[in-house]
């Protein structure tokens, strides 16, 4: 009897690297993206915050006698980089929950795709989408000119680039998030509850700050001396802290510098491992 030989002797069943399935997830749903409605209305409303921000600061120019001594941009700039962060965030927020709702992680799982790959694509997609969403921002900036010429400028554009940087914990935030949550509604509500409850701390500190000791209540003094107390620990946790030295430089005319973006960065990619963990303990199903 002949002896037939196995068609598959010598295939390779092992599936691609990291890179690869990182590379091939990123590129499926960019695409998908950029053609989904809500990018284009987001783009429109941050195209829409310009023109009436660009607008209004145009009429009181005209009208009043108003000494621009800093970027007239800088608080535009502040708004649209903190509003991309935290919807990108919610968008991530709901990412793994809405695939562990409709049990196409099992299908990633199986095709087979690693929860690594699974974590840094979801992230990838949406600073992609940040990226995109901002390049159109500083083209409709450069096109529209909505302050007036010599005000705008392609290098002006391009110094508060770094400032992106420290919105991506958030954005780290929502995919922790969306890790552990079983639902979409659960994981919205804990991530915008957690964004919340940091931005009070935030706010209520920095009030506090501005006030004097004369000014304040005994109460007010020791809640004080408590937030100061642990501000070293939240602000190196908290995904909120970058979007609060945003917002913070905007009224000191005072830039954060290089080692807050890079604590910004660091901090990011450790939530992104923590969601890596937590969706392994987690699994595919809720």
Known sequence: MEHVRPVFVGLKLSPPGLVRQVTLLVLRETAA???????????????????LYGAGFQNTFETETVVVAADPLAGLNAAVITFLGLVLGL??????????????LEVL????????????????????????????????????????????????LLSFAGSISL?????????????????????????LSVVSLLAVYEALLGLLRTMGSDEMSLFALYLRAALEGVAPVIHALSPVAG??????GVFTQVAPGSVHMLASAILAVALLAAARLMVRMKGASA
């Open 91 to 104: 968008r991530l927020a709901a990412g793994l929950s809405w695939e562990r709702e409709h049990g196409t």
């Open 243 to 248: 979007v609060g030295l945003l917002i913070q």
């Open 109 to 156: 799982l199986v095709g087979p795709v690693s929860w690594t790959a699974i974590i840094v694509s979801k992230y990838l997609v949406e600073l992609v989408a940040f990226v995109g969403l901002m390049g159109l921002y500083c083209l409709y900036l450069l096109l529209a000119q909505p302050l007036g010429g010599g005000v705008i400028s392609p290098g002006e």
């Open 167 to 191: 919105v991506l914990p958030i954005m780290g935030l929502g995919l922790l998030v969306s890790a552990s949550a079983g639902s979409v509604r659960s994981a919205v509500v804990v991530y």
């Open 33 to 51: 993206k950029f053609h989904a409605i809500w990018f284009w209305l987001v783009a429109t409303t941050i195209s829409l915050m310009a023109y």
